[in-house]
């Protein structure tokens, strides 16, 4: 039944995106295939020289109502969907003129392209195809008769079968056009349920679908024995997704998802305002600096943790210079990822062949909003991103002693950093870089001691007097449920803290911060990261 072949005398085609098309119908009609077509698509196989016919001849019936109806006619869906060894359905396409279509091509109105260049709501419902998908549908249903192109890239698919088998397509061939297709037109709804849902202000609609198209086949996911790929959504979000690798070996699973968490975390500085490097490793990042130029805050984050950063990820938030490239092939590094990279430090990075070198063309805003999705048994847990930022959010101090101008900017830095590492998290800051990194313990104490640990073991690598930690500030992603996590922090060396605050015990915490002369400021926002 998989070889069964089905000859292709008629073809419909009614396409936007027409890249290709000119040559794939001019070799369908040196086969003798009879083009049908609509609209732009029949104008421009007429103009190429193509003997076509429009669907308004095949119907009866002119396009109308701004094309907003010109294939929903019987002898359109009717040819598609007509089971052509069923006595009855043959009869009934001879009593009513209708003739079989035995390959559909369509690509559907660029609604996603229309939606991500802002227009109005008005064109983003213009841009709705309703023609399109059902004659997808119908052409998928019925494979077994039928083959259906949803996009150019299956042109040459097509061809290569039917110069194989004598015009014809085998039946294996259909099944995964038809099964692309239903995934196309899936994708496809679900960028327009979404958009709805967003203008609507719908935050919890009855209905949630994401859909994506694939980039990428991966080796294997996070663990040799898990299949994985890498699909891009509707939503056009500057990284990972829309970075262009120049070279090194191929993304992998982990790859992707700790450049994905370096990008993002490294967005939070505005790259007007200072030189940020951020290094990832197992999606947490191990150091995080600015500078007064990338390779001052590559050589800052590196200080922090140089041991973790070995195989790490490095995400800048300026363009790659050459003195920054040299620097960073000092250890061995997976990914490198910034907004662009000059020509001199893409040489640069070439003489480390394995390494993958990414240029995502801009950063992404921290504050837009957007949505998060994790599977769970059974279930999708959906949430908006975690779009806030520090610079927004209105510090109270509650000690005795305000924190220093100097202590508020590195509190200010250190929490924007805590927003980027596992719960339960402390990061210590000092001088506008991370000394410390506590991250994904289950006990805020336990994170406070590892940072301070990790501390002390960059003070005897650099040959220090004493781990940065002290006089240093310190974040938490959340509240203080007891005082001894922070008292863990003072011991450190800490002389200031920013913390959301919210516990039932704040005043306790508070008063041990006034008792040791610290100074704490509460942003009333949690960094829960998970």
């Keep these: 039944m998989t070889n069964q072949t089905r000859r292709v005398a008629r073809a419909l085609l009614s396409v936007s995106d027409k890249a290709g098309l000119i040559e794939f119908a001019r070799s369908l009609a040196a086969r003798g295939v009879e083009l049908v077509s609509t609209g732009g698509t029949a104008k421009a196989l007429a103009a190429a020289g193509l003997k076509v016919k429009d669907v308004a001849d095949l119907t009866g019936f002119p396009e109308m109502m701004d094309g907003r109806v010109k294939t929903l006619h019987p002898k359109v869906h009717g040819g598609l969907l007509a089971i052509r060894d069923n006595a009855e359905h043959a009869q009934a396409m001879k009593t009513h003129g209708i003739a079989p279509i035995d390959l559909l091509v369509v690509n559907l109105y660029p609604f996603e392209a229309t939606v991500e260049k802002g227009a109005d709501f008005g064109d983003c419902i213009e841009n709705i195809d309703i023609g399109g998908p059902a004659m997808i549908r119908a052409a998928a249903k019925n494979h077994e008769h039928v083959a259906v192109v949803v996009e150019g890239q299956d042109y040459q698919s097509v061809l290569d079968e039917l110069a194989a088998n004598d015009g014809a397509t085998t039946l294996a061939l259909r099944r995964r056009l038809a099964a692309k297709a239903y995934a196309r037109t899936a994708a496809y709804d679900a960028a327009i349920s979404n958009w709805f849902a967003n203008e609507l202000k719908i935050e919890a609609p009855d209905y ?39 070279q090194g070996k191929e993304l992998s699973y982990n790859n992707i998802n700790d450049t994905d968490a370096a990008y993002e975390c490294v967005a939070e500085f505005d790259p007007k305002r200072t030189a940020a490097c951020v290094i990832v490793k197992h999606a947490n990042p191990c150091g995080v600096a600015e500078g007064p130029d990338l390779v001052t805050a590559y050589r800052k984050a590196l200080a922090c943790d140089s041991t973790s950063a070995y195989g790490g990820i490095i995400a800048l938030n300026r363009t790659l210079d050459a003195e920054t490239a040299r620097a960073a092939i000092g250890i061995f590094t997976e990914v490198i990822i910034a907004p662009a990279a000059t020509d001199e430090a893409i040489a640069i990075i070439a003489g480390r062949k394995n390494l993958r070198l990414l240029l995502a063309g801009g950063l992404p805003d921290p504050r837009a909003p957007g949505l998060t999705a994790k599977t769970v048994a059974g279930g999708l847990l959906v949430q908006g991103r975690d779009h806030a930022v520090v610079d927004d959010m209105p510090l109270k101090t509650v000690t005795k002693r305000a924190p220093t101008e100097a202590e508020l900017r590195d509190l200010k830095f250190a929490f924007r950093v805590t927003k980027h590492v596992k719960s339960n998290t402390i990061v210590y800051a000092k001088d506008l870089a991370t000394v410390g990194i506590g991250a994904g313990q289950m006990s805020r104490v336990d994170s406070a001691r590892i940072a301070a640990r990790k501390a002390q073991d960059a003070a005897k690598e650099l040959k220090l007097a004493e781990p940065l930690t002290k006089g240093s500030v310190v974040a938490s992603d959340a509240f203080f449920p007891f005082a001894d996590g922070m008292l863990a922090c003072i011991e450190a060396g800490a002389t200031a803290v920013i913390q959301p605050g919210g516990s039932i015990r704040d005043e306790e915490v508070i008063k041990a911060a006034d008792d040791h002369g610290i100074a704490m400021v509460f942003t009333g926002v949690r960094h829960f990261r998970h």
């Design 208 to 246: 949630r679908a994401l859909g994506g198209r694939l980039i990428q086949p991966l080796r294997y996911g996070e663990n040799p024995h898990q299949t994985a790929a890498f699909y891009a959504l509707a939503e056009k979000r500057a990284g990972i997704a829309t970075a262009r690798q120049l």
